[in-house]
């Protein structure tokens, strides 16, 4: 019976027992599909990874990303930690080139000190990508009361970058914090082809925060994410629809996952030009929690 050994990490955070858990499988060659998904749900974590060797041998590996619903194209969170976890187990640093479902993803990983920071370039502009549900059932799917989501210049918007779609929409923070799913409603908004719905508001619990998120994807087998940076990835589309963005360099913190106890802060670096955004990197801290190994 072969035994696999694996690695957990706390993603966009700094210390253990914060950010978004992340289970790392490595040395994964030969590992079945629907057995990467039974280990998945077996994790029972929002995602799983598993490391192959890559397609071309000039890039660092191949990772696959399974939440317990499905194969993900690409996923921020598990792009950074895995990336950590790979640099780590191979004593690597600098630009890693990992192979996703979604392209070929630069990621540049770092020591600082005892800390490990990545940051990965997407391949995939974020773009508007179809129509959101209306407002009001959006605020039923999360027991918001009527008329708290905007409706104006930041109104709900299907976005995506790379294959994985978000619903985004505001609120005040106190709304945004009140938000819970309602399952009946959440179905009714029939996202089977969208992730989930990104909730999110200027500002937030630190004073550096740009924004401060939540993320609901029931239909994925997660309720909530702690962090979820493959939405991070996309606000930027969201919020050059709603607003003007000068042209140049941006660096935002996005925070979220405090109304779960798991309080994650993702970094988001960005360029515009002429108004539109030309390119996006995500990045974050990750700290391993626990390693082992298990038999299929």
Known sequence: MPVLQFETYDVFTDRIFAGNPLAVVTDADGIADED??????????????????????????????????Y????AGHPTVGTAIAIARQRGLHGELLLELNAGLFKVAVEQRGEDWFAEFLNPNLPAQTGEAPPPEKLEAALFLPPNTLNRDEHRPRLIGAGGVDYVYARASLAH??????????????????TIGVYLYTDGGEAEDANFHARMFAPNAGIIEDPATGSAAASLPGQIALSEVLADGEHGWVIEQGF?????????????????????VRIGGAAVPVQRGEFMI
């Open 176 to 193: 945004v914090r009140q938000a819970k799913v309602n399952s009946a409603a959440f179905d009714a908004l029939a996202l089977d082809e």
């Open 36 to 69: 990467m998904l039974r280990i998945t749900r077996e994790f029972n974590l929002s995602e799983t990874t598993f490391i192959l060797s890559p397609e071309d041998p000039k890039h660092t590996a191949r990772v696959r990303i399974f939440t317990p619903g």
């Open 71 to 74: 194969e993900m194209p690409f």
């Open 259 to 279: 109304e779960m106890g798991r309080p994650s802060r993702i970094h988001a670096r960005l360029v515009v030009s002429d108004g539109a955004v030309t390119s």
